[in-house]
């Protein structure tokens, strides 16, 4: 009896052995609370949307997905819980980051564990070069920044100040704007660079009116902050006085627009996507992802970024066989193409950033009296020109 209990027990133990291989776990690291909590919830939308569309499945393996919250930018706590992911949770991958600090964190420790990361927002240049382990799926402001430059020369903005917060995305983005500005014959005037945590912007608002400025370019990242922001241009007078505002596409997302209102109709930006797109993929996208995030007016960019992302996970995933293999997963994906909600997409052989269409967006009132980031223009196959500044 004794020796048949010992052998039901060891048969036991193969057999939930043999499940738990079977069990590929993806580690999702953003803010689930705090300040920032709308982003998190995209993250789990567009990847709820993901499953939802191609099963939890591939093969024999069944994808499990587990959230970590860093409500804040928090390098210290990113890295922490990432290593939790990996030692306890035994993740095979990883995910999601919000803020770039928390994503240059956790690049150290990605070949050691031979976990490969998967970038659905973070947007400095520099974080594609600190891991060969790293993919982006989402953007940088690079990408973003650049092509606004011409359009606000166009618009007869000959003299522009630099309004941006001081972190990584937020200097990105200065200099991106400043290269293809002055290029071009533009006069960068002044650069206001502001602490991350700054939500009064009378004074920075009043230094805008002071310097002279036909216009002024603005990057926050998406949030709180962005939506003060933009009231604050309005309040203080500089939309009614003819100080054109241009930023990449944080400034108006589209959870923000209810709230902002007819102060934001007109607002120029560029970005890598608006939940407008006009395309198949994206409708069945926006309806999916919809029904995720519960509230249709939450929905906004992070979603398609960590949609995108789960899409390279499962093709790295197919790759590999299941198999713990962050090499040859990542080697799998360079150079993939396929057709995002957003659009036509690429990953770089060489850099494994992102290559997109980068649109021209105008905030628009639709019939039905919604507010909505309209796509006017598109510049094609935008690689990452941030990465060339290095």
């Known amino acids: 009896m004794k020796k048949l209990t010992l052998t039901a027990l060891a048969a036991f133990a193969l057999t939930a052995s043999a499940a738990y291989a079977d069990v590929i776990k993806v580690g999702i690291i953003g803010p689930m609370s705090g300040p920032f909590a709308l982003q998190g919830k995209n993250f789990k939308a567009g990847i709820d949307a993901y499953i939802a569309e191609h099963g939890n499945k591939i093969g024999d393996d069944t994808i499990e997905v587990i959230y970590r919250d860093v409500p804040q930018a928090d390098p210290a706590q990113s890295k922490s819980l990432a290593q939790e992911l990996i030692i306890k949770e035994k993740v095979q991958y990883l995910g999601g980051f919000f803020f770039t600090p928390d994503a240059m964190a956790v690049t150290p420790i990605l070949q050691q564990a031979n976990v490969p990361m998967v970038v659905m927002n973070a947007a400095t240049s520099t974080i594609v070069t600190k891991s060969p382990y790293v993919v982006r799926t989402s953007f940088t402001t690079w990408q973003t920044s650049l092509p606004i430059a011409q359009v606000a020369l166009d618009k007869g903005a000959k003299k522009v100040i630099t309004v941006v917060s001081d972190y990584g995305p937020g200097i990105d983005a200065e200099n991106a704007f400043k290269a293809g500005f002055t290029k071009i014959g533009g006069d ?36 709180p902050t962005t939506l003060g922001f933009m009231k604050s241009y309005v309040d203080n007078g500089l939309k009614s006085a003819g100080v054109q505002l ?51 007016e939450e929905l906004s960019f992070p979603s398609v970024g960590a949609y995108d992302g789960m899409h390279v996970i499962y093709k790295m995933i197919e790759a590999t066989g299941g198999k713990q293999d962050a090499a040859k997963a990542v080697d799998a994906v360079k150079g993939m193409e396929w057709m995002s909600p957003r659009g036509p997409v690429s990953i770089d052989a060489e850099t494994r950033h992102i290559t997109q269409n980068i649109y021209l967006r105008e905030v628009a009132k639709a019939d039905d009296g919604t507010y909505y980031n309209k796509e006017i223009q598109a510049f094609e196959k935008q690689g990452d020109p941030g990465l060339d500044a290095q």
Request: charged share 20%; proline share 7%; glycine share 8%.
């Open 246 to 296: 241009f930023a990449p596409g944080d400034l108006t997302q589209e959870s923000d627009l209810p709230a902002l209102g007819e102060a934001a109709l007109g607002v120029l930006t560029t970005f890598h996507y608006a939940l407008s797109h006009d395309s198949a993929e994206n409708k069945k996208f926006v309806e999916d992802a919809r029904k995720a995030i519960g509230n249709p």
């Open 188 to 223: 960068v005037v002044e650069t206001i660079r502001m602490p991350l945590n700054t939500n009064d912007f009378s004074p920075i608002m009043q230094r805008v009116k002071d310097s002279g400025a036909e216009g002024v370019f603005a990057f926050l990242p998406a949030g």
